[in-house]
T-cell receptor, first 115, second 116 residues
Framework: AQSVTQLGSHVSVSEGALVLLRCNYS??????LFWYVQYPNQGLQLLLK??????LVKGINGFEAEFKKSETSFHLTKPSAHMSDAAEYFC?????????????FGTGTRLLVSP | DVKVTQSSRYLVKRTGEKVFLECVQD?????MFWYRQDPGLGLRLIYF???????EKGDIPEGYSVSREKKERFSLILESASTNQTSMYLC???????????????FGSGTQLSVL
């Protein structure tokens, strides 16, 4: 069965600092991996996805993530945090090519950005 | 703009009531999903549907049922609401992956259900 583990339910950074949100996955088949963001009182929006093409994936709002098969990781980074990045971030995994986009989500990491 | 609309933002119901949560999408998507979101547990899949009148159980279907009579509408039903079903419910939709390998899930804004 697939699963994702997000290390740290809360991450605090200062504005301008590096953002690093960790995600490790478990999958018996080549996975598709996703990062979603949820702003207060909103649904989830896709930040970026990995679907077996380039291992370094660039997303919206300056975020990127690198797929590392040897480490079973898909950590999310942003070089310089902005106040507007404060939100909850979810990593998710699905089996590639299932057709149903049935995602398994992690427990989420809340990013706090201080001035 | 693509849209997934959930009928209520907040809902308060009593234990034992039958509860309907409605979700409508305007993107002609085949797949529709119901998730519940709880602090510290992330999102957990309740049910999903890949076509009209088709449904599949997700990871936590107990106490819930669904209905998909039309392609654009997917309803979540709590037959007899209980306090442990107090949660945020999120609906999502997507195209079939093989129609578009770059497809993603589109989420509604959620319904916060309180069962008293």
């Amino acid at each position: 069965a697939q699963s994702v583990t997000q290390l740290g339910s809360h991450v605090s950074v200062s504005e301008g600092a590096l953002v690093l949100l960790r995600c490790n996955y478990s999958s018996s088949v080549p996975p598709y991996l996703f990062w979603y963001v949820q702003y207060p009182n909103q649904g989830l929006q896709l930040l970026l996805k990995y679907t077996s093409a380039a291992t370094l994936v660039k997303g919206i709002n300056g975020f990127e993530a690198e797929f590392k098969k040897s480490e079973t990781s898909f950590h999310l980074t942003k070089p310089s945090a902005h106040m507007s990045d404060a939100a909850e971030y979810f990593c998710a995994v699905t089996e590639g090519n299932t057709g149903f986009q049935k995602l398994v989500f992690g427990t989420g990491t809340r990013l706090l950005v201080s001035p | 703009d693509v849209k997934v609309t959930q009928s209520s933002r907040y809902l308060v119901k009593r234990t034992g009531e039958k509860v309907f949560l409605e979700c409508v999408q305007d993107m002609d998507h085949e797949n529709m999903f119901w998730y519940r979101q709880d602090p510290g547990l992330g999102l957990r899949l309740i049910y999903f549907s890949y076509d009209v009148k088709m449904k599949e159980k997700g990871d936590i279907p107990e106490g819930y049922s669904v209905s998909r009579e039309k392609k654009e509408r997917f309803s979540l039903i709590l037959e007899s609401a209980s306090t442990n079903q107090t949660s945020m419910y999120l609906c999502a939709s997507s195209l079939l992956l093989r129609r578009n390998p770059n497809e993603k899930l589109f989420f509604g804004s959620g319904t916060q259900l309180s069962v008293l």
